[in-house]
């Protein structure tokens, strides 16, 4: 059985990548071979990024508050491509009234400030398959 393959993005001009760090490092140190794209990716080179590397999943870290448009576009980019099969997960800061919205767009997972690093970890090495806000 391969390893999960990740991408962990931080789209837009959101410059603060702590977090981002923080679970991409707690991903790789469970076993997942990730694939950080650094600060100010467009969804676009996102996309192409997980297209290139064979990812199984995205992750997007999001502080700016365009998540909204942000994953709404990753998740375009990926129908677009035919490549629907990439799950699209995330966190930041993303105000628990928009968490609902974004799992009907098809993020498969958010996961906001405070949620333990082993949360994450758990749930991608679970199959990232079932829907969770955290």
Request: hydrophobic letters at 45%.
């Amino acid at each position: 059985m391969s390893r999960i393959r990740l991408v962990v993005a931080k789209p837009g001009l959101d410059g603060h990548d702590r977090g981002a760090k923080v679970i991409a490092r707690a991903l790789r140190d469970s076993g997942v071979e990730v694939v950080y794209t650094g600060l100010h990716r467009t969804p676009r080179q996102i996309v192409a990024t997980a297209l290139q590397e064979d990812a199984d999943g995205i992750g997007l870290s999001v502080l700016s508050g365009a998540h909204m448009t942000l994953f709404a576009e990753v998740l375009r980019l990926l129908r677009e491509e035919g490549a629907e099969d990439i799950v699209v997960f995330g966190g930041g800061i993303i105000p628990a009234g928009d968490i609902p919205d974004l799992l009907d767009l098809g993020v498969a997972g958010i996961f906001t400030p405070g949620t333990p690093t082993r949360a994450i970890t758990d749930w991608v090495h679970a199959g990232m398959g079932r829907p969770v806000a955290a």
